[in-house]
Nanobody, 116 residues
Framework: QVQPVESGGGLVQPGGTLTLSCTAP????????IHWYRRQNPSMSRERVS????????DYAVFVQGRFTVSQDKGRETTYLQMNSLEPEDTAIYSC?????????WGQGTQVTVSS
């Protein structure tokens, strides 16, 4: 079983930068893709932020293109989401899923608040 754990959330001012981490032991050996999501409020469905497949290629949602960047440290089995030029509208709980051979595992999420 792959259990993602997110960290790195917090309070940041508009225009600032924050980097989130998603550690998912086993995702390399199980050839899992890693997906970042966010939920801006409990009444909304979560929206996909990015998808990183096994060769490291990443696809981004339109609303984060040019601002957010995903990278991976495979030795640490960690996927990072660097978020630049943050806006108040980016305030949300960010979470990551590991999709491994049609099985999905998800973490608890980490809160990001963008406010002055």
């Amino acid at each position: 079983q792959v259990q993602p754990v997110e960290s790195g959330g917090g309070l940041v001012q508009p225009g600032g930068t924050l980097t989130l981490s998603c550690t998912a032991p086993g995702f390399i050996s199980k050839k899992c893709s890693i997906h970042w999501y966010r939920r801006q409020n409990p009444s909304m469905s979560r929206e996909r932020v990015s998808t990183t497949v096994t060769d490291g290629a990443t696809d981004y949602a339109v609303f984060v293109q040019g601002r957010f960047t995903v990278s991976q440290d495979k030795g640490r089995e960690t996927t990072y989401l660097q978020m630049n030029s943050l806006e108040p509208e980016d305030t949300a709980i960010y979470s990551c899923d590991a999709l491994c051979d049609m099985r999905r595992y998800w973490g608890q999420g980490t809160q990001v608040t963008v406010s002055s």
